[in-house]
């Protein structure tokens, strides 16, 4: 934060993180910024900034203490998250046989390859660009969230399938959530539940555990 607080992205972040502390009655209180370019005093201006900056960690760390997600949170995480990746300072960890199958599937086998996530599409798209196994955008034919809806229900599938021009029969989904692949299940989709830690595997109720399940993509193989 010290690195970049005269960019006009991290001001606009704490000045929507203040504004949701005042909403909260329990939360600690946040000063309004001083704009630096308004002040001839040096000394003065790094005070200010300290001041500002140990008011919005103590807002910060109330949020993550207590839970507390709000839209400013969610923003600040992103912008943190990105900042990070395009330093070069942040890396995401991706398993070697996701890496190694996508890229068979997609250039050996011609299989097209989306990624439905419950976050942010464009959040996806930078994770993806900067893993230990590279650009991993490079495979993927396209990327959708949940401004198409929630997984959890059968008209988001069909509004997917409707983007990408495919039918239901020719289209597997990969999830770890049993409530998604029965969304996905009940209008035609092929649904596997990918689970690698054994725990996940014990947890499933009867319905879940009738859905085929593998727990590494090696274990996937297609015609």
Same mark, same amino acid.
């Given at each position: 934060?010290?690195?970049?607080?005269?960019?006009?992205?991290?001001?606009?972040?704490?000045?929507?993180?203040?504004?949701?502390?005042?909403?909260d009655?329990n939360?600690?209180?946040?000063?309004?910024?001083?704009?630096?370019?308004?002040?001839?005093n040096?000394?003065? &201006?790094?005070?200010?900034?300290?001041?500002? #900056? @140990?008011?919005? +960690? /103590?807002?910060?760390?109330?949020? $993550?203490?207590?839970?507390?997600?709000?839209?400013?949170?969610?923003?600040?995480?992103?912008?943190?998250?990105?900042?990070?990746?395009?330093?070069?300072?942040?890396?995401?960890?991706?398993?070697?046989?996701?890496?190694?199958?996508?890229?068979?599937?997609?250039?050996?086998?011609?299989?097209?390859?989306y990624?439905?996530?419950?976050?942010?599409?464009?959040?996806?798209?930078?994770?993806?660009?900067?893993? &230990?196994?590279?650009?991993?955008?490079?495979? #993927? @034919?396209?990327? +959708? /969230?949940?401004s198409?809806?929630? $997984?959890?229900?059968?008209?988001?599938?069909?509004?997917m399938?409707?983007?990408?021009?495919?039918?239901?029969?020719?289209?597997?989904?990969?999830?770890?959530?049993?409530?998604?692949?029965?969304?996905?299940?009940?209008?035609?989709?092929?649904?596997?539940?990918?689970?690698?830690?054994?725990?996940?595997?014990?947890?499933?109720?009867?319905?879940?555990?009738?859905?085929?399940?593998?727990?590494?993509?090696?274990?996937?193989?297609?015609?």
């Amino acid at each position: 934060m010290h690195e970049n607080w005269n960019t006009k992205q991290v001001r606009m972040d704490l000045e929507q993180l203040r504004l949701e502390s005042e909403l909260d009655p329990n939360a600690p209180k946040m000063l309004p910024l001083i704009d630096d370019d308004n002040s001839n005093n040096n000394n003065n &201006n790094n005070n200010n900034n300290d001041n500002d #900056i @140990d008011t919005a +960690f /103590d807002y910060v760390r109330y949020c $993550l203490d207590n839970r507390k997600e709000n839209k400013a949170m969610t923003l600040l995480r992103f912008h943190m998250w990105f900042d990070g990746y395009a330093k070069n300072r942040l890396e995401t960890p991706v398993y070697s046989d996701v890496a190694i199958q996508i890229q068979k599937w997609r250039c050996d086998q011609d299989i097209k390859l989306y990624v439905f996530s419950n976050g942010w599409s464009e959040a996806t798209r930078r994770f993806m660009m900067k893993t &230990n196994h590279g650009d991993l955008n490079l495979l #993927i @034919d396209g990327y +959708f /969230d949940t401004s198409l809806g929630q $997984l959890n229900d059968p008209d988001t599938f069909r509004k997917m399938l409707q983007r990408i021009n495919e039918k239901p029969e020719n289209v597997m989904f990969l999830t770890k959530s049993p409530e998604e692949g029965r969304a996905a299940e009940s209008i035609g989709l092929t649904v596997v539940l990918v689970l690698t830690h054994r725990r996940n595997i014990e947890r499933l109720d009867d319905d879940g555990r009738r859905m085929a399940r593998v727990r590494s993509f090696n274990e996937l193989e297609f015609e």
